[in-house]
């Protein structure tokens, strides 16, 4: 027993010193202004024998700190001036991201536990950097390589939160890249942050918008439950917008509550009748049994009876239906769906002449 107990005391002051060790070498290799390859490969070399051996949360941020700054250290390894090209094409987003991260680790933990050892260095490498973060996103937005220049805003925002149009810039840009589940995210950090205190007069976009946003955000990520949340705030500072009011309608459709998406679009329509797509909504609603009608009436081709009284309930269906295709058509005589169904209802109630008018 006392054998084991030797080897494990033994191991943990190894692993100690070793941790010293690489710390110290870490430390002279990063203060050095510029590193030869042998440096930059012992460098990356150290970090992963640091994060293996680290066990105080101490060694971890710093492991995490000296991993997040090897881009930097690599850059390095470029002379005085590095093109801007060496410096694009070693700073990917995904490298970014990870360096972001782990400045962001460090600067949270030594905030938290009063320990400022990286703290200066990380607030000197924003300030002296950030500008060429900025001229990334800029970069990547010109080329329209939005989902880059969304992650680059992002994590330039993460690095400085004081400057805020990062944050929206990186929303809009997500939004370019048809990035929806970052984009809603986006957003919400700018609600978080709010149009006061710290984002006063910063936001270029209007809270109504953020609202409008948010909403539409959630409800094409299909966020059902949070969508109808969101609805409340977006009504509340846009209560005109009919395109809100429809797709919290839909939320209800999608979810097979049939009768309040009848209720919803029929107030809508109400507030909106020259509206050609709640009418046509209504009216296709209307037509929501068709297909299980057509169903049993193919089911009873034999049964004259029942095949007479189900065509007749598909006939007065269509014939309920109608009027609301007729106006949709009337009010968007070149939308071909609307056209379509117009024509199906024609012929369905036998008026095929009107059918064949429908142009």
Avoid: W
């Avoid at 680290?54 to 991993?67: C, E, G, I, L, Q």
């Avoid at 050892?117 to 001229?135: G, H, N």
């Amino acid at each position: 027993m006392k054998k084991i107990v030797l080897g494990a005391l033994l191991l943990a002051f190894a692993s100690t010193y070793a941790q010293k060790d690489e710390l110290k070498t870490l430390k002279k290799l990063y203060d050095k202004d510029q590193l030869s390859a042998d440096d930059f490969s012992k460098y990356k070399e150290t970090v992963l024998k640091l994060e293996a051996l680290a066990s105080t949360d101490d060694d971890k941020v710093a492991a995490s700190f000296y991993k997040a700054m090897q881009p930097l250290a690599e850059m390095s390894t470029m002379g005085a001036q590095p093109n801007p090209m060496m410096i694009q094409k070693l700073f990917t987003p995904d490298v970014f991201t990870s360096m972001v991260k782990g400045m962001r680790t460090t600067l949270d933990y030594e905030t938290k536990t009063g320990k400022k050892v990286f703290s200066e260095d990380i607030i000197e490498t924003i300030t002296s950097f950030k500008p060429i973060f900025m001229q990334m996103a800029l970069v990547f937005n010109n080329s329209k390589k939005y989902k880059e220049a969304s992650r680059v805003f992002y994590n330039t925002y993460q690095l400085d939160p004081s400057d805020v149009s990062n944050l929206e810039n990186a929303a809009i840009t997500a939004m370019q890249a048809e990035d929806y589940i970052d984009a809603e995210k986006y957003y919400r950090e700018i609600k978080a942050v709010g149009f006061t205190g710290t984002g006063l007069k910063k936001f270029a976009t209007k809270p109504e918008e953020v609202a409008k946003s948010i909403f539409a955000l959630s409800f094409f990520n299909k966020n059902d439950e949070q969508a109808k949340m969101d609805f409340l705030e977006a009504i509340k500072l846009n209560p005109d917008d009919v395109q809100i009011q429809i797709d919290h309608a839909t939320i209800y459709y999608r979810n097979n509550d049939v009768a309040t998406y009848q209720k919803l679009i029929e107030g809508i329509l109400e507030k909106d009748p020259n509206n050609a797509q709640l009418q046509y909504n209504v009216g296709f609603l209307l037509l929501n049994e068709d297909t299980k009608i057509v169903e049993e009436i193919n089911a009873n081709l034999k049964n004259i009876n029942k095949y007479d009284e189900l065509k007749a309930k598909r006939k007065a269906m269509f014939l309920k239906a109608l009027p609301y295709f007729e106006r949709a058509h009337q009010l968007d005589v070149t939308n071909e769906d609307t056209k379509k169904t117009l024509r199906l209802c024609y012929e369905t109630i036998g008026m095929k002449d009107r059918a064949a008018s429908v142009k």
